[in-house]
C-alpha cells in the first residue's frame, strides 16, 4: 500500500475542490448573498491540501490495485464530507443533515432533507447542483483526465470508477479516455442550457438543472422539482436529456465519430429502449385508465427520471394504481446503462445474468450436456465476468436487506423501509411511503441518516469498491 501516493492523490483532490468553490462564490456576489460559506470551504481545502502535495513527486509513485480501491473510496467520502461544509457555515443545515445532502449530492443520488428548498439561498442551490455534476461521470475520472499533469497512470482508478462489469476504453491512453468523456458530458450540458432558456427558465435555473440532469441526479431549485415548471416543452426536453444521460458514454463517443451501426447493433441499448418502451407502455395505460391528463406524456417521464435513476418529478406517483408503482420499484432496481451516469443494477448485468439463466435451463435435464456459453456482442462473456456479475447481485440484494432492516428497526413501515433501502443503493432518489416523490428524508434520525449515506456511496461505487475495504485480505502484502 502507497500511503504517499493515496495522500498525494486526495490532497490533489481537496485543491481541485477548493477551486470549484469559485462557482457559488461568483453566484453569492451575484445575487448579493454571503460569501463566507465557500470561500472557507475553499481555503480550507486549500490548507489541507496543499501541504500534502508540495515536494511530492507522483511520477516515482507507482499506484497498485488496492491503491486505486482506496484512493477512489476515500475521495468519495472526503468529497462528501467537504461538500458539507458550506451547507453547515450558510446555517441551512446541521452537520449530520448537511453531509447527508452533500453525499446525495456527489452519489447523484438526489434525495434530500432540505424541507423549504426555494427559500434556500442561490449560490448553495448552485452548489448543490454542482456536487451532482462532478458526480455524475466521475470526480475520479476527472481526476484521471489531469494524470498526465501529475505523471500518474490512471487505469487502475478507471477500472474502480467506471460503472459495469466491463470497462469500456475509448482511446488506447487512459487520460485520453477520460478527457474525451469529459467534453462530452461538458457539451450536453452546454445544449441542454441553451434549449431550456429557450424553453423558458432563467438562466440560473437551466445551468442547475442542466447540471442535474446529465448526471442523473435530480436536484431542483424549486419543492416542486420539474413538475414547478409547468411546462410540458421543459419537460420533454428534460425527457431527453436524461435519456442521454442513462446511456452508455461509449455510445455517445459512437455516434459523434459517425459510427451508426455499431450503436444501433449494441445489445444493451436495445434491451434498455425495449425495457424503457414496455414500462412507459403499462404505466401509461394504467394513468390512462385512471383518467390522468397526458398520461402518455407522464407516464414517460415518470419512467425516465426512475429508470435512469435522475429522481425528478413532475406528478406524485404514490397515488398511481399498484401497477404502476411495481413497475417504478423494478426500475429503480434496473437503473440505466452501464457506462451512464446513472445508478442501480445496470442493464448490462441484467442481460448478462438473463443469458446466464438461459445457459443454465440449456442442460438442465440432460446429464452430462454442455450448456450454452453465455455470448455478448457476438462473443464468449469470460467466466470470471459471469461470476462477478452475479456475486454482484447477491452483494446487492444483501445490502438492499441490511439497509431495509436498519429503516424498519427505526420504527418505520415496510414500504418506507424497503424504499428507503432502493432508492438509496440505487442512487434514485424518491421512493415510497414517507420518502415519496415530493416528501423529503429529514424525519430519518442522525443514525439512519449516517447509513443511508454510507448505503448512497456504496451504490455509486458499484458495492465492491466499498466493500473490499473491509476484508481482511485487502489489507494483508
Not at 462564490?25 to 481545502?45: M, N, S
Not at 456527489?106 to 428548498?117: E, H, K, L, N
Not at 445489445?267 to 391528463?293: D, M
Not at 408503482?325 to 441484467?350: D, E, F, N, P, Y
Request: proline share 4%; glycine share 10%; hydrophobic share 55%.
Amino acid at each position: 500500500m502507497n500511503a504517499l501516493l493515496v495522500a498525494s492523490f486526495l490532497g490533489w483532490m481537496l485543491i481541485a475542490l477548493s477551486a470549484v468553490q469559485s462557482a457559488p462564490i461568483v453566484a453569492a456576489l451575484l445575487f448579493g448573498e454571503p460569501v463566507l460559506p465557500y470561500l472557507a470551504t475553499a481555503l480550507a481545502g486549500l490548507v489541507c491540501g496543499v501541504p500534502i502535495v508540495v515536494g511530492v513527486r507522483p511520477s516515482d509513485l507507482q499506484m497498485q490495485i488496492r491503491d486505486g480501491f482506496l484512493v477512489v473510496a476515500l475521495a468519495w467520502g472526503i468529497a462528501s464530507v467537504v461538500g458539507a461544509m458550506p451547507f453547515v457555515i450558510a446555517g441551512t443545515l446541521g452537520p449530520v443533515d448537511a453531509l447527508f445532502e452533500s453525499a446525495s449530492g456527489f452519489t447523484t443520488t438526489g434525495s434530500t432533507v432540505m424541507t423549504s428548498i426555494s427559500t434556500a439561498p442561490h449560490a448553495l442551490l448552485l452548489w448543490r447542483s454542482l456536487t451532482q455534476w462532478l458526480g455524475g461521470i466521475g470526480i475520479i475520472l476527472f481526476a484521471v483526465a489531469l494524470m498526465p499533469l501529475l505523471g500518474v497512470g490512471g487505469m487502475r482508478l478507471f477500472k474502480a470508477e467506471v460503472p459495469g462489469p466491463i470497462a469500456d476504453k475509448l482511446t488506447p491512453r487512459i487520460a485520453d479516455t477520460a478527457r474525451r468523456l469529459w467534453l462530452i458530458y461538458v457539451g450536453l450540458t452546454a445544449l441542454e442550457w441553451i434549449l431550456l432558456v429557450w424553453a423558458g427558465m432563467t438562466p440560473y435555473d437551466a445551468i442547475c438543472h442542466a447540471f442535474t440532469t446529465m448526471s442523473t441526479g435530480g436536484f431542483s431549485t424549486l419543492d416542486a422539482s420539474i413538475g414547478g415548471f409547468q411546462s410540458p416543452l421543459i419537460e420533454w426536453i428534460v425527457i431527453v436529456f436524461m435519456t442521454l444521460g442513462g446511456m452508455n458514454f461509449v455510445l455517445h463517443y459512437r455516434l459523434l465519430s459517425g459510427q451508426f451501426r455499431a450503436v444501433w447493433e449494441d445489445e444493451e441499448l436495445r434491451y434498455y429502449v425495449v425495457v424503457i418502451a414496455v414500462s412507459i407502455a403499462i404505466v401509461g395505460w394504467t394513468l390512462f385508465q385512471l383518467g390522468v391528463a397526458d398520461s402518455v406524456r407522464t407516464a414517460t417521464f415518470q419512467v425516465l427520471s426512475i429508470v435512469t435513476t435522475t429522481g425528478y418529478a413532475t406528478a406524485d406517483f404514490e397515488v398511481w394504481p399498484s401497477l404502476a408503482l411495481l413497475v417504478l420499484l423494478q426500475l429503480m432496481m434496473l437503473g440505466g446503462m452501464a457506462g451512464s451516469t446513472s445508478g442501480g443494477i445496470k442493464s448490462l448485468r441484467t442481460l448478462i445474468g438473463v443469458r446466464t439463466l438461459a445457459s443454465v435451463f440449456s442442460r438442465m435435464g440432460h446429464r452430462g450436456a454442455v450448456g450454452r456459453p453465455v455470448r455478448y456482442a457476438g462473443r464468449r462473456v469470460p467466466d470470471e465476468v459471469v461470476s462477478g456479475v452475479w456475486a454482484f447481485l447477491v452483494a446487492y440484494v444483501l445490502t438492499l436487506v441490511a439497509v431495509a432492516m436498519l429503516v424498519a428497526g427505526s420504527g418505520y413501515d415496510m414500504v418506507t423501509a424497503v424504499s428507503a433501502a432502493l432508492t438509496c443503493v440505487g442512487n434514485v432518489g424518491p421512493g415510497l411511503g414517507e420518502i415519496g416523490p415530493f416528501d423529503n428524508f429529514a424525519h430519518f434520525s442522525g443514525t439512519v441518516k449516517v447509513v443511508l449515506s454510507g448505503a448512497m456511496i456504496a451504490g455509486r461505487l458499484e458495492l465492491f469498491t466499498l466493500l473490499i475495504l473491509f476484508h481482511p485480505d485487502f489489507w494483508r502484502h
